[in-house]
């Protein structure tokens, strides 16, 4: 896991309720209290987001898994 506690860099966040940006790179699949990361913004459903990770270098990526 290449992004396992690296640094996230989002466009919004909510932060509280089980729910933080850390949550990106944890390694932790949304067990007990932790949700995951999702944004704050209620204002409209078609705005753009995004959620950055740094890894550190440069690294091949075969595969990329999220889960919802």
Same mark, same amino acid.
């Given at each position: 896991?290449? /992004? %396992?506690?690296?640094?996230?860099?989002? +466009?919004? $966040? !909510? *932060? &509280?309720?089980?729910? $933080? $940006?850390?949550? !990106?790179?944890?390694?932790?699949? &949304?067990? &007990?209290?932790? !949700? &995951?990361?999702?944004? =704050? +913004?209620?204002? $409209?459903?078609? *705005?753009?987001? %995004? /959620?950055?990770?740094?890894?550190? @270098?440069?690294?091949?990526? =075969? @595969?990329?898994? !999220?889960? =919802?």
């Amino acid at each position: 896991n290449y /992004a %396992f506690n690296c640094p996230v860099t989002v +466009s919004d $966040s !909510l *932060e &509280g309720w089980g729910w $933080s $940006s850390q949550y !990106l790179t944890d390694g932790n699949f &949304g067990s &007990g209290n932790i !949700l &995951g990361w999702t944004t =704050n +913004s209620r204002e $409209s459903v078609n *705005e753009d987001h %995004f /959620a950055e990770i740094d890894l550190g @270098k440069v690294v091949p990526i =075969n @595969k990329l898994v !999220l889960t =919802n």
